[in-house]
């Protein structure tokens, strides 16, 4: 797919995850951006919506009933969850070899009972659920590949997943015995305008959201189930924290069989060893989430704790990036064949 | 004592919880600000060093040396850890009926060995540390009314310790799987400049810090301990979130015998029911850490985890307020006879 | 008025600008809170709007039709603009011996043309306009004290005002080369869920607003010109800076007959002596907004340009306080017989 | 030069100019990073500085004197004012041919006489400060590209000097009559820690600073200066916001000869219509400084006053890039040949 360049839009580009990816593909050197759309601003130009592309001779927005599907290779579906699944159906549809690279929840539970279960509603295209590859390519680099359709992970998700697999699949850690405290910044909650989101409700404060219910928790469910290979439930909670960008997942476990932190801190060495996004930390070296700001980065520390019980796994991103458009680069990227760092160069954005 | 106006003095008048002395103080009604004292800034307006306090007509800064302990009443102490025992053991040679109120960490552990585990050295003034009383009214209202010497406990240590203590006293919740997880802002660390604690290192972003070796575990060890009956040991970790102020405890517990949400909540719900400045929200509420500022409230939430083995309490407050000089002004309020809100009417600042 | 409690309503009480009022008027000693109205959250509790006034016990939100005037003295609004005033009209039809203070913006304009000129309609209540008070008690406590109807003054308005009045009056400066640059926080806006009013779009960052046509510009024509005795127009222009709370006004004279710093000093020290809520700062000193968040105080600076044709007077203040809630509070002080700093008495929150 | 890679050091690699060439010059195509200083943090792997470099393999941290200079063709210096004429002045007398790029102040000010006066002691290297050029490409291109010694400007000069200067050119303005206000973040105050600098002494508030004296003044008015053919002074005050990065800089011209906003746009518009990091939005757009954030773009915005004799010309950029390290990487690819964006494709980072 390699020898000219690969031929994307962007769904739902005046959203903070359209944007991001913009912003990546913009130096991406084997793509083309050929169409983005928004349904409501379609007729404006990009730059009206998000300035700092002011300059870069984007394409207008449009419909995306206006979307030509011959001149596309590949889709990044950037659109609210829920609608996306009929969108993507129908696309598929009319486009049956179209590569598609979705950034909603629509497609990231494989299961159609936990689907309905979480979501609230059956799920409207179930064979494309059944096909649809979860997008973590450190642990699905194969299945990416050769994948038509790729559900890109949640932020909560993606982050506390890479850092608890690789222990449940090496037997290290009690698998009914998981909490993750997991704090986000403002940007992943998007840019409809809600009163909760506004300033003043978000700066100078804390405060958890979703406990016990947040649906990034059936993504754990699922990808812990799979690396213990029985079913999982952990205990999940979010945070909103006074920034916009930033995943910080505090997991806690509880080691087995005698092992500890240097253990575990091992086996994420050991399965992370050729990954060029994810940085393990020296044993006992905390993360902070400012040194992955806008690179496409997961930086992870292993902590013990006093109780020798207990261990701390700290993982953390930028949520527009690893936690969504950046991975989402990455798994084009190796669905097409680049490099799996193109377009993926940045290191964060620190101070 | 409450015929005339109680003298008091803070020494220590040029940090952060000094200045949040003041700020509830100069409105006190029982109260007269005799003395403000600040070693390296001594012969300054306190408004040169606290521009808030600009026409307040508040006495200049003297060192403790040139304090005149005759015309006292009650100290508040705001120095730095580690020399404050030296100085509160001075103080109560000269005046033995002085009452003290301190806010550094030197007295709150009653045992020795404990302190000498946590603070790195022996205790030089041990005698005084025996008789300190732990002060959280809440908690030890009817010792602190009789306290020569009451310490002042720490922001995170109280707002956990006010979520747990209950719970484990009505023996509702397994001592032995507490995992606290508290967030704080920046204004906790105190005024001294260090690279850490600059705005371009903590704005836009969070991190966890003492991850295992954090002083005010020694706190909850020491309460759930006595909540319990035999020694406990907690899982806590702080992080740092780029506000200034704000203390936001996330505490999972296991409940036992039977017990869920609904019984923890009604367990604090009897603890607590005529505290004045704490607030239960309704089962399944989340408090937001914004909705204490500035006042010396503590709101608590109960929200039941999915799994049924787990409940999460969170507390949270004003980490200089409650956590901090409120709190002190509530301990003199209880010691002085004052009525326990004197001095502490703030609604909270929001936004 | 005052043998007994006034008895108040705050129509609009799920704003920022009502909630602001609750906080200072739930300890003003001379005042019961009587009736709180939200057309769109009439029913629910205010705790559930505002969660910081939980367990305080004040009435339940209802709307403007419910509330019972008879049992009214004096009406805080804190509405829309534009739709204020056929409500004030109204509620002055019914009952003509209510006392109203208005924190909207539709009486503040004295001259009807200068009224659709700068809001783009008819006033709906032009006699009520005529009546109106503009509501700087620092200017007009005389009629402030007889009034029926008090306009309070917008933040950016009031504070920039109390910087140049004294000086055009004393005849300092040239009436005609002022420029402001006036910098305010998120609260300011209110509560309404827009997109640029989201954290995302407003923290990590500054931009101006309304260059040129800010409505607020409309009433420094108005005071410049009164205090100048001849029509007066000044440069104005807006940022938002990503704070929550604070004016920061600079405003750049060039003074006349020889004046210079030390005579603009003067004159703004003469003119504000007995103010208590206005602190003129040493010569040279510049003002903080932080030094006056959460209190009803002015800092105000002055300080010479090198440029000797220059002097720069700095005036900042928290602009839901003094610049809108507090100076209502104040305003109704002053109509009411009641000590001026009665429910105001809060020192500035910082850090 | 540039048949091979350029061998380049940054001296003053651990303070936050220093990280930012490097967040830049990591993916430079034509640079190799050969050689950081950090004279007190000499011997530590920068990613114990800087953890978002981790990973990288970059050169660990040595002292100045340890510096192979015979290895070296350009060094960016990121040292503190003052000292840095000494080091320079040393570092040219041992390779007489080595580029220099100096991002103190120490060479901005060609005229000895106005150092003196602006920084209070005489110029310890006198001959290099005639030498060097004032670093802004986009009015000094040709002297770059001969230059040995180049002094980048400071970040509130370049963003002020860009919008006036093509306006004095064209003698559109008032050169006597010209007010800036500009407000910075605060990564420009760098990484040294004082405590006003500290998180809680920044956030939530702003302040003017430097007010009359600030040191970038003298920079406006030598470029200001020479674009009037004679001596120019302007008024000039800085302020700072709570937010990392970004200044916005925002400029009152009084027009000359009947011109007006669109004179003074067409005037801009034809003075940047090539440059590659200048975007002038079309007349009465105001820009934000976000929308720059990260980027090496300044943008510039033209508004009418609604005085006819007042413009405002607003210019925003980020401070560490253009307004710091991505200026110097811009004149190092001018000096040695490269595009002139090369290292700097970024796209602002927003949110």
Redesign the interface.
């Known amino acids: 797919m390699t020898d000219r360049k690969v031929r994307i839009a962007i769904l739902g580009a005046s959203g903070?995850t359209g944007?991001e990816l913009?912003?990546l593909l913009?130096?991406h050197p084997g793509v083309e951006i050929t169409a983005l759309t928004a349904d409501r601003k379609a007729g404006q130009p990009l730059a009206d919506v998000?300035?700092?592309?002011?300059?870069?001779n984007l394409p207008t927005l449009v419909t995306i009933a206006e979307l030509d599907l011959d001149g596309l290779d590949l889709v990044f579906c950037a659109l609210p969850h829920g609608t996306t699944q009929t969108v993507i159906a129908d696309l598929l549809a009319r486009k049956p070899d179209l590569k598609v690279i979705d950034l909603s929840a629509d497609f990231r539970l494989a299961d159609p009972q936990a689907y309905a279960r979480w979501y609230g509603h059956e799920h409207q295209a179930m064979d494309l659920q059944g096909e649809a590859v979860y997008g973590i390519a450190e642990l699905y680099r194969a299945e990416i590949r050769k994948a038509r359709l790729i559900a890109n992970p949640g932020c909560h998700s993606s982050t506390a997943i890479l850092a608890g697999v690789p222990l449940l699949r090496a037997g290290l850690v009690d698998a009914d015995d998981i909490?993750t405290?997991s704090?986000t910044?403002?940007?992943g909650a998007g840019?409809a305008?809600?009163?909760e989101?506004?300033?003043?409700?978000?700066?100078?404060?804390?405060?958890?959201?979703g406990?016990?219910?947040h649906r990034h928790?059936a993504e754990l469910d699922q990808e812990f189930s799979r690396a213990s290979g029985r079913p999982v439930?952990?205990?999940f909670?979010a945070?909103l924290?006074?920034?916009?960008?930033?995943i910080?997942s505090?997991n806690?476990f509880r080691p087995v069989h005698a092992a500890g932190a240097p253990e575990l801190h091992a086996a994420l060495s050991e399965a992370y060893a050729d990954e060029p996004f994810i940085?393990l930390?020296p044993l006992g070296k905390?993360?902070?989430?400012?040194?992955?700001?806008?690179?496409n980065r997961v930086?992870i520390g292993v902590?013990?704790?006093?109780?020798p019980d207990?261990v701390?796994v700290?993982s953390?991103c930028d949520n527009?990036v690893k936690g969504a458009s950046g991975s989402a680069v990455q798994n084009m990227n190796v669905l097409c064949g680049f490099a799996e760092t193109d377009g993926l160069?940045?290191?964060?954005?620190?101070?």
């Open positions: 903070y944007a913009l912003r913009v130096r998000f300035p700092q592309f002011v300059g870069l909490v405290v704090s910044g403002m940007s840019r305008a809600r009163e989101m506004l300033f003043s409700e978000v700066s100078e404060g804390l405060h958890a959201y406990v016990g219910s928790t439930m952990s205990t909670t945070q924290a006074p920034m916009n960008r930033g910080y505090m806690f940085e930390l905390v993360p902070q989430s400012r040194h992955a700001r806008g690179s930086l902590v013990p704790d006093r109780r207990r701390v700290i953390t527009l160069p940045q290191v964060a954005l620190f101070p």
